[in-house]
């Protein structure tokens, strides 16, 4: 080579406030060049409003992937099988066997809350129609 590797120099990791501020005066200068070379050919206003616009889609496109890469925590699930557990919807009469367990609120149909029974007991879930 016979320039020294220059561009090292720039990929190296500032840290702290120095980093932001030389990151914030580097776009200011790329906004500031991009402006005047296509306000020359378009016009300032347009130019202006074009960067502004392209400003806004890439700050959304980049907190967009940026929240959809993050994998959500698993959930903490209980076997609650061998206890028979039960929930009944008293207006339409379905029945719901838990098996699995991830939190203790009971299910909504019908836009009611299900009634918790307990097979195990020998108590039938629901009385003769």
Request: hydrophobic content about 45%.
């Amino acid at each position: 080579m016979v320039y020294p590797p220059l561009w090292r120099e720039l990929w190296i990791p500032l840290h702290g406030r120095r980093a932001r501020a030389s990151v914030k005066a580097t776009l200011a200068t790329a906004a500031g060049i991009l402006l005047v070379v296509l306000g020359y050919f378009y016009g300032f206003g347009r130019a202006a409003i074009a960067l502004a616009m392209a400003a806004g889609i890439l700050y959304l496109g980049y907190s967009y992937f940026s929240a959809a890469g993050q994998v959500p925590p698993d959930v903490d699930t209980e076997d609650v099988s061998e206890e028979g557990l039960m929930y009944v919807c008293r207006m339409c009469g379905l029945e719901l066997k838990v098996e699995t367990a991830t939190t203790d609120r009971a299910p909504t149909h019908c836009r009611e809350k299900m009634e918790l029974v307990n097979v195990a007991s020998g108590r039938t879930p629901l009385r003769p129609v």
